[in-house]
């Protein structure tokens, strides 16, 4: 079974750039999460989907990330602009429904912010 | 709320040796707690995960106790191998809730 797909794998871009993160859960995974993983510390949730609908976002910073899951399959997380402290890996994971599932995570873009 | 901590930042062991990692957790509402483990460049990878009505939970090498009490959680590692190297999260699930994550510790083993 494939696991979670996520690319780029690296991205570096200045202050103020926009940039996009894509990601392709598991066949059949309806749940679909956005986490920042900061150095030194343990993945933070941005944004959960169930399908195409978004069921938690309480943490995402809306004034400058967005995302978006179209038809209920692959998502992208864009951040636009971007700051120096949004520097960081962005997981996406994925599980088969909510709740206490296993979520399978992909292996993350690290991105740095010049 | 993101409440789940680990009570040591990093851990060395000899190969073979058992391995105790520990966490709190301080969200008296999380009713399922599950362990991660994080290599270098991947992702975190599941390794065992254990519910509130539960206090003990066995895998392949793995233990994990919870202690509802004290708010206490802790992976037991088994003759630890050079594989195990790696950084380890605790997290906790609250009723319909998100899962938060502590902030890992990094487990070295020794030959």
């Known amino acids: 079974e494939a696991g979670v797909a996520q690319s780029p794998r690296y991205k570096i871009i200045e202050k103020r750039q926009s940039v996009a993160f894509w990601c392709n859960p598991i066949?059949?995974?309806?749940?679909l999460y956005w986490y920042q993983q900061i150095l030194g510390q343990g993945p933070k949730l941005l944004i959960q989907f169930q399908n195409n609908g978004v069921v938690d976002d309480s943490q995402l910073p809306k004034d400058r990330f967005s995302a978006e899951r179209l038809k209920g399959v692959d998502s992208t997380l864009k951040i636009q602009p971007a700051k120096l402290e949004d520097s960081a890996v962005y997981l996406c994971?994925?599980?088969?429904?909510?709740?206490?599932?296993?979520?399978?995570f992909g292996p993350g873009t690290r991105l740095t912010v010049t | 709320g993101e409440s789940v901590g680990l009570h040591l930042p990093t851990l060395s062991v000899q190969e073979g040796d058992n391995s105790i990692i520990n966490c709190a957790y301080s969200n008296s509402a999380s009713d399922y707690f599950i362990w991660y483990k994080q290599e270098s460049g991947k992702g975190p990878q599941f390794i065992i995960d254990i519910r509130s009505n539960m206090d003990k939970r066995q895998g392949q090498r793995v233990t994990v106790l919870l202690n509802k009490t004290v708010k206490h959680l802790s992976l037991q590692i088994a003759a630890t191998q050079p594989g195990d190297s790696a950084v380890y999260f605790c997290?906790?699930?609250?009723?319909?809730?998100?899962?938060?994550f502590g902030r890992g510790t990094q487990l070295t083993v020794w030959p």
């Open positions: 997290a906790e699930n609250p009723v319909g809730g998100r899962l938060y």
């Open positions: 994971a994925s599980s088969i429904g909510q709740g206490t599932y296993e979520q399978y």
């Open positions: 066949s059949g995974h309806a749940t």
